[in-house]
């Protein structure tokens, strides 16, 4: 079946620096690679779809300066926060769709900011 | 904006019982339905699926019916055991693409009593 590995699995940072984020298909090649983000007790906000090749499209009220995503690659996304600030603290996840599987999602990354 | 999905309730279910996990989507164009599982810690885990021209579909110990007419959508397990314990989400695809992003509803947590 189809794998997507999230790395890493969680990250503490100080606020001001950036953080990155990698989302890999393991055995599949995704065209289409999702990143969501979710608060405690809430359910996942689509911030961005990228496109392999192609910039991201962002999701209003996400800010596009402040989350790089990055998709060079058929199994590569990245997502940089930059200048992080307590207020990005979140769970981060990744979901890729390819031609053969539809959404496979990665196993998260918990960002804390200090 | 888009939105699937309520208020995030609690379903208290006692073991052995069938648990009925409902869902209401906004947009009548969609096509392209999925619940998610998703356990503390980790990304979604798909469970089942269903497309717009269905209004039943049968996995293991678990059953999606799609009512369109009122844009509802339900999950049921059958013989609840303590490892379905977990938040259920609801996602829509509007598109038939995969490439079309998914939408999530406010989800439910569903606990077992022994």
């Known amino acids: 079946g189809a794998v997507v590995s999230q790395h890493p699995s969680w990250v503490i940072c100080k606020s001001g620096t950036s953080v990155k984020i990698e989302c890999r298909s393991l055995?599949?090649?995704?065209?289409?690679m999702f990143w969501y983000r979710q608060f405690p007790k809430q359910s996942l906000m689509l911030m961005a779809t990228?496109?392999?090749?192609?910039?991201?499209?962002?999701e209003q009220g996400v800010e596009k300066d402040k989350f790089l995503i990055n998709h060079a690659s058929l199994t590569l996304s990245t997502l940089t926060v930059t200048s992080a600030h307590p207020e990005d603290s979140s769970f981060y996840i990744c979901?890729?769709?390819?031609?053969?599987?539809?959404?496979?999602f990665g196993s998260g990354t918990r960002l804390t900011v200090v | 904006g888009e939105s699937v999905g309520l208020h995030l309730p609690t379903l208290s279910v006692q073991e052995g019982d069938n648990s009925i996990i409902n869902c209401a989507y906004s947009?009548?164009?969609?096509?392209?339905f999925i619940w998610y599982k998703q356990e503390s810690g980790k990304g979604p885990q798909f469970i089942i699926d269903?497309?717009?021209?269905?209004d039943k579909r049968q996995g293991q110990r678990v059953t999606v019916l799609l009512n369109k007419t009122v844009k509802h959508l339900s999950l049921q397990i059958a013989a609840t055991q303590p490892g379905d314990s977990a938040v259920y989400f609801c996602?829509?695809?509007?598109?038939?693409?995969?490439?079309?992003?998914?939408?999530f509803g406010s989800g439910t947590r569903l606990s077992i009593r022994p």
């Open positions: 979901s890729a769709s390819g031609q053969r599987y539809g959404y496979t």
């Open positions: 055995d599949f090649q995704a065209t289409t």
């Open positions: 990228s496109n392999e090749g192609s910039k991201a499209t962002y």
């Open positions: 947009n009548s164009a969609s096509d392209y």
């Open positions: 269903i497309r717009s021209n269905m």
């Open positions: 996602a829509e695809n509007p598109g038939y693409s995969s490439a079309s992003k998914i939408i």
